[in-house]
């Protein structure tokens, strides 16, 4: 048995049988953290990987080519990515849960930048991309932390008085007018999203300005989807810097758009339409989703 194993489980015997979480995800993902004992043969066992676009030679555990900056294994780091934006969403909308249920999330999101980083991070754009990432759950973070305050203020009998001391400084106050960002919030209720978007230069913050920009994106994404103004929605697309973040984005709408062509049965377009998708893998699976829909047709 592996020696690092088995001392994980010697430490929960002697502890009363109990294994902590982050021990857990080391047994369960020995490979990754190299305590599998047949790692070692399977890695010996393969060749020099060398990168399709320029042919240098693959080095260390980074995904990123040194020489062209190729991305290998692009489809796992999208599906890393997803999985991190929905950690980060995830965290956002914490309600309900126990101080362990908290911290554990924000492990989890540490541990998927970690991991992010240490395949794709020598890319400038992935690098940007994560920090970003990180400066957003740190903002999270902190409007939680503020909120939680709060609460311990009212819990210790204080509400009472804190409504009267706000009620009596609005009254002697004069009436104060909107910040910026209060004004794109009620925009963003009103779903007026061209005066949010006139105000974004506004925002000095880069946190605050990000997520303003990713929400008004999506809500336009969402409108024109809705309204099946699919090339519309591209073109908002073509604006995201990110071009992981774009590429991604392209294939979803253009998913949709194919998927509402086939149920119309108009399969040429629905070809021409697939031929835009640069991921090979998902254009061979709409074609193939195509042709079994003509097949059914006839």
Known sequence: MNLDIQKIIDDALAGGGNISRQQIKVTVNGKRMNLNDNDSDDDDDDGPVKCPRCGNIKSGISNICDSCQYIFESDLLKSQLEELRGLITELKNFRKGTPDDYNELLTDIDSQIETITMSYGNNPEIKSMLQSHAKEKETIVKAHKSKKQMSGILSKGLLIFTILGIT??????????????????QYIKEKNIGKAKALLPDITGFAEKTNFQATLQQMELDSLIGAKDYDGALEVVNLEPSVIERDTQIEKILTIEITELIKSKEFDKARKRVEIIDDTYSRDKLKEKIS??????K
């Open 168 to 185: 009596t400084y609005i009254m002697q106050r004069p009436d104060k007018a909107p910040t910026t960002s209060e004004k794109i919030e």
């Open 292 to 297: 079994l829909a003509e097949k059914l047709k």
